[in-house]
């Protein structure tokens, strides 16, 4: 495969017996117990996860999520998800079981969502493994963007340089499109 016209930071979308891996590996100039917040607390998530994503962080209790719109009408609820792992300050996974039919690709079918934080090469240093499963293609080509622009907020709230703009938002999802858009 030529790899010339990769993009920096791009996830990498892998099929497999269920359907497809959206997976992305982020390094952060922070200590683990900073991404660990970030990724699992209320304050941190509500600076870049999609959601308003809230858990009492027992595996197999609900997790609530909703959608709220940037115009500021009312939340909208997301499909109903479940916690399936959470070791702080490590893991962060649950299930959300989409509609078969949905106004967004994304919001299709069973799917999962792993948070993994480990320590870098210091003490100041962590690493994000990001993973989500899903079951169709067009579910996975919608959620690789959005997954990059909601980690470049992320970034940016780690410190580091992010390019959370629409016109990034579009380059990825012609780059993904282009690169994953026929059957892998």
């Given amino acids: 495969?030529?790899?010339?016209?990769?993009?920096?930071?791009?996830?990498?979308?892998?099929?497999?017996?269920?359907?497809?891996?959206?997976?992305?590996?982020?390094?952060?100039?922070?200590p683990i117990e900073h991404l660990w917040r970030a990724i699992s607390a209320p304050e941190g998530l509500d600076t870049w996860y999609p959601t308003k994503l809230r858990t009492d962080?027992?595996?197999?209790?609900?997790?609530?999520?909703?959608f709220e719109s940037?115009?500021?009408?009312g939340p909208e609820p997301a499909p109903p998800g479940v916690l399936t792992a959470y070791d702080p300050p490590n893991v962060f996974e649950y299930r959300v079981d989409g509609p078969d039919e949905a106004p967004h690709a994304g919001m299709l079918g069973v799917q999962t969502i792993r948070m993994e934080a480990r320590q870098g090469a210091s003490e100041n240093e962590s690493v994000l493994t990001f993973t989500h499963l899903v079951e169709t293609l067009p579910t996975a080509l919608d959620v690789l963007s959005g997954w990059h622009y909601c980690l470049e907020f992320l970034a940016l709230e780690l410190g580091q340089k992010g390019e959370p703009t629409k016109e990034s938002l579009e380059r990825f999802k012609t780059y993904y499109q282009d690169k994953y858009g026929q059957d892998i």
Avoid: C
């Avoid at 920096?8 to 952060?28: K, M, Q, S, W």
């Avoid at 962080?57 to 909703?66: F, H, I, Q, R």
């Avoid at 940037?70 to 009408?73: C, Q, S």
């Fill in 57 to 66: 962080g027992v595996v197999g209790n609900l997790v609530d999520e909703t």
């Fill in 1 to 30: 495969m030529d790899n010339s016209n990769e993009l920096g930071g791009a996830g990498t979308l892998t099929p497999t017996a269920g359907g497809y891996e959206v997976l992305f590996v982020r390094h952060y100039p922070r």
């Fill in 70 to 73: 940037p115009d500021g009408t």
